[in-house]
């Protein structure tokens, strides 16, 4: 049975900071190597304070860690008030195909309309097929746009 929980600073526990961990390097580590896997308690701990718009849910399957999502809530003229920036959708790989993802946006969607949040936007790789289907199929739309980025 897939189980999934927001975390919080008063309810994380080390163990699940742990997992967390775990999940987040085996997503970045192909994509960014060691540089950014040095980073990640920083980053949890930045994230997971309780005056953070950050927010995190993860899925167990059996007990065991094995997907988690984050977003950022962020207000905007342009959507009439606040709305979700979802940063991350990580399942792991040997887990993949069987609903997990789903559930975990189905469970962000249902806290997004508890919270009473505009809408959702996110990004996802344009040959990124089966995630393109899986955002349509509950409702998300293609937005032509072009992202640009500056980092310090």
Excluded: C
Aim: hydrophobic fraction near 40%; proline fraction near 1%; aromatic fraction near 14%.
């Amino acid at each position: 049975m897939i189980e999934i929980l927001e975390l919080t600073s008063d309810t994380t526990t080390e163990t699940t900071k742990r997992e967390l961990t775990s999940l987040f390097e085996k997503q970045l580590h192909a994509i960014a190597g060691k540089k950014a896997l040095s980073q990640i308690e920083k980053i949890l701990e930045e994230a997971l304070h309780p005056d953070s718009h950050v927010y995190f849910f993860i899925a167990r399957l059996e007990g065991k860690a094995v997907a988690f999502a984050f977003f950022n809530t962020l207000t905007s003229f342009q959507k009439g008030g606040k709305y979700i920036w979802l940063n991350e959708l990580y399942v792991e790989e040997a887990y993949r195909n069987q609903g997990i993802a789903k559930k975990l946006l189905l469970r962000i969607i249902y806290w997004a309309e508890q919270h009473k949040i505009k809408g959702i936007e996110l990004e996802t790789g344009m040959n990124n097929e089966a995630t393109k289907a899986l955002y349509n199929s509950l409702g998300f739309y293609d937005v032509v746009s072009k992202r640009y980025s500056f980092r310090f």
